[in-house]
Nanobody, 122 residues
Framework: QVQLVESGGGLVQAGGSLRLSCAAS????????MGWYRQAPGKQRELVAG???????NYADSVKGRFTISRENAENTVYLQMNSLNFEDTAVYYC????????????????WGKGTLVTVSS
């Protein structure tokens, strides 16, 4: 079973930056597609950014040009660099992993971390 632990969330002023990290257990990290998702109060969980085993990436339109997802397989870690943050980015951010499937919908992910809260002040 894969365990995922997020870190790096916190309070940040609008226009600022944060870098989230997701540490994964096990030796098969390089075989997993990884994604960052977020959920704000009263809203559905949504994909923020995904990265495949081949390092192909996928971003929500709302974060393109501002966020960057990357992975370091040797460290069993996936990152989300978030720049130019705004109030609408406020949410709990979750790291997720899957071994197979073509969809980035939340239901397509097999493993989830507990989340890290990002709060952007105006």
């Amino acid at each position: 079973q894969v365990q995922l632990v997020e870190s790096g969330g916190g309070l940040v002023q609008a226009g600022g930056s944060l870098r989230l990290s997701c540490a994964a257990s096990g030796s098969a990290f390089r075989l997993y597609a990884m994604g960052w998702y977020r959920q704000a109060p009263g809203k559905q969980r949504e994909l923020v950014a995904g990265i495949t085993t081949g390092r192909s990436t996928n971003y929500a339109d709302s974060v393109k040009g501002r966020f960057t997802i990357s992975r370091e397989n040797a460290e069993n870690t996936v990152y989300l660099q978030m720049n130019s943050l705004n109030f609408e980015d406020t949410a709990v951010y979750y790291c997720a992993a899957k071994l197979y499937g073509s969809s980035w919908l939340p239901d397509g992910m097999n493993y989830w971390g507990k989340g890290t809260l990002v709060t952007v002040s105006s």
